[in-house]
């Protein structure tokens, strides 16, 4: 019996008949930051997400000796200080990530009873790095899941199809994706499918931003507050827009008892501002420059369609018109950005309609 994984379950429409000896579609994405799995509610009427931080942690039994671990909120919450992302650079680096990445999505499958008569669709990032992609791919092979059928499809691609429609709209477009996660920021064209001309960096990253809000927080009290990365993580995601950013006060214990409340104006939304420049400037430099010598007329058809946002970093309210317009003024012509309702489930959800055609 493993350690119970808590995860947040939420309903998205969908709509996931399926015939009763059908084995169940399941789109399942291994984020560094989150994993999600996305799949049929039990009497079909919907699509139950359900999303966990990809961590663990270990303790001893203080009774057996046994070493027990911990998963997802749990264990970033209890062990700060011991908790461990296995996938920190955004694939498995080594035999002992892939392991504990293995455990994690067992006891992840087994506490949702995800069943393994199934056919699942894993959002695979698109990372320059085969030995991590391989160790992935022997996580996804040993999972228990996955009896009738395993397939992967790139996450910038499953992130866009929640985006054009209800159906697999995408899948039969012309179009750029730019995936804004923790570890990678990431820019492809598709066409009909077939993504060309990649892009990643690991420099552009929701990660890096978390970095930096630590350090502006430190800046902007004055040396005063010091918070972890995790903490910067959160007053990203709870705070950061860029239509409304309001000025938030929080409180930290000081060492020698008391407490001291601080009010933050700058640090959050400065990081993200100059992360969106950063976006901006690869996007339009490195990656349209590269599709413009690669491919002249997919770059010229796709600027005419949407440019879909995907990933965690695309929640931030406003970004999505703020990513248009600092585009619009690099290329000096108009461009059209959009994205899924849930960038963050997005891709899963995509990945969950390829299983459902695909079964
Ligand atoms: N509501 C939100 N507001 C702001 N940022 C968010 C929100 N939700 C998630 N994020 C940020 O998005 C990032 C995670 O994005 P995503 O889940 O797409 O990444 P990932 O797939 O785990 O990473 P990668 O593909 O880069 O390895 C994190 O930096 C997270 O803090
Ligand atoms: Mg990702």
Known sequence: MCAQVDAEIEEVPGDATTGEDDAVPVGVKLGST?????????????????????????YEDPLTGEEKYLYGEEAATEYPDRVQFMLRSGLPEDADRAELTEQFFGAVIESHDIPEDSAVVYAIPTIDNPAGLENLQNVI??????????????????????AFGD???????????????????????????????????????????DRIIANYVEEET????????????????????????????????????????????????????EYLDDVVEEFANSFLSQLASDNMKVYQLALDRPIVLTGGMACIPGIVEEF??????????????????????????????????LA
């Open 167 to 209: 159906g697999l709209e995408a899948i039969e477009e012309i179009f750029i994706a730019v995936n804004m996660g923790s570890t990678n920021l990431e820019a492809s064209a598709y066409r009909r499918g077939e993504q060309l001309s990649p892009t990643t960096t690991g420099a552009i990253t929701g990660n890096e931003v």
């Open 34 to 58: 989150r994993t999600v799995v996305a799949l049929p509610t039990e009497d079909g009427s919907a699509i139950k997400t359900i999303r966990t931080l990809t961590c663990l942690a270990s």
């Open 141 to 162: 092979e040993n999972s228990p899941i996955g009896d009738e059928l395993i397939e992967s499809y790139p996450e910038s691609l499953c992130g866009a199809i929640p």
């Open 222 to 273: 004055q040396g005063r507050v010091n918070i972890d990365i995790t903490t910067a993580r959160e007053y990203k995601e709870e705070h950061a827009d860029f239509d409304n950013f309001e000025p938030f006060t929080d409180v930290i214990q000081q060492p020698g008892g008391g407490s001291h409340e601080f009010t933050i104006e700058r640090s959050v939304m400065d990081a993200v501002d």
């Open 324 to 357: 248009e317009s600092r585009v619009e003024q690099a290329l000096g012509r108009d461009v059209e950005a959009v994205t899924a309702d849930r960038p963050d489930l997005a891709a899963t959800i995509g990945a969950q309609r390829i299983a459902a055609r």
